[in-house]
């Protein structure tokens, strides 16, 4: 099975600012990887497909990039909206998996 | 318009059983694999395994493998996920989910596929 190891596990930020969240898989995923976001209480909704790919409606401060093994989300202005949960998802094969999550918090 | 409904929320005694169900409309029933997620309170995502509606071809995660069994009836274009002894353990919101695959692996889709039922929360108390 492919392990994904996201980090960090919670990350404490202010509104403006520039962040970054690292998936890394335990094997070459090519760009099978999704980044979604969770608000309590909520499904998870999907911000990027394909590793760099936005999807439609979610802003453009978020992107993402990576390829093979190495993925990031980046989100270049926190928003007061932008304060979640977030999972990073392969589906590059069977079983798929989701990273362990990042918590964003307001600082 | 693509939605899942999933069945309300549920209150069982360890070992009783269980079946939620995910129930798809607006599209081709047989056309996507529907994949279950669980979230224990405070916790992660965990993929527990996918189905494809056509054939009943379901791949469970290894963390899932004998614990639950999915199963869909295309009849009524409905998902399920089911237990037959409950434990405390299994305190969860379950989400159904679609997904675009083969027999190996998923694709991202497009921009637009993004699809999830709201959950079913399970609560599994004495």
């Known amino acids: 099975d492919i392990q994904m190891t996201q980090s960090p596990s919670s990350l404490s930020a202010s509104v403006g600012d520039r962040v970054t969240i690292t998936c890394r898989a335990s094997q070459d995923i090519r760009n099978d990887l999704g980044w979604y976001q969770q608000k309590p209480g909520k499904a998870p909704k999907r911000l990027i497909y394909?590793?760099?790919s936005l999807q439609g409606g979610v802003p453009s401060r978020f992107s993402g990039s990576g390829s093979g093994t190495e993925f990031t989300l980046t989100i270049s202005s926190l928003q007061p909206e932008d304060f979640a949960t977030y999972y990073c998802?392969?589906?590059?094969?069977?079983?798929?998996?989701f990273g362990q999550g990042t918590r964003l918090e307001i600082k | 318009e693509v939605q899942l409904v999933q069945s309300g929320a549920e209150v069982k005694k360890p070992g009783e059983s269980l079946k939620i169900s995910c129930k798809g409309s607006g599209y081709s029933f047989t056309g996507y694999w529907i994949g279950w997620v669980r979230q224990r309170p405070g916790k992660g995502l965990e993929w527990m395994g996918i189905?494809?509606?056509?054939?009943?071809?379901?791949r469970y995660s290894p963390s899932f493998q004998g614990q639950v069994t999915i199963s869909v009836d295309k009849s009524i274009s409905t998902a399920y996920l089911q237990w037959s002894s409950l434990r405390a353990s299994d305190t969860a919101m379950y989400y159904c989910?679609?997904?675009?695959?083969?027999?190996?692996?998923?694709?991202?889709?497009?921009?637009?596929?993004?699809?999830w039922g709201p959950g079913t929360l399970v609560t599994v108390s004495s």
């Open positions: 189905i494809y509606p056509g054939d009943s071809d379901t």
């Open positions: 989910t679609l997904l675009h695959c083969s027999r190996s692996s998923c694709y991202a889709g497009d921009a637009s596929f993004d699809y």
């Open positions: 394909a590793a760099s």
């Open positions: 998802l392969q589906h590059n094969s069977y079983p798929l998996t």
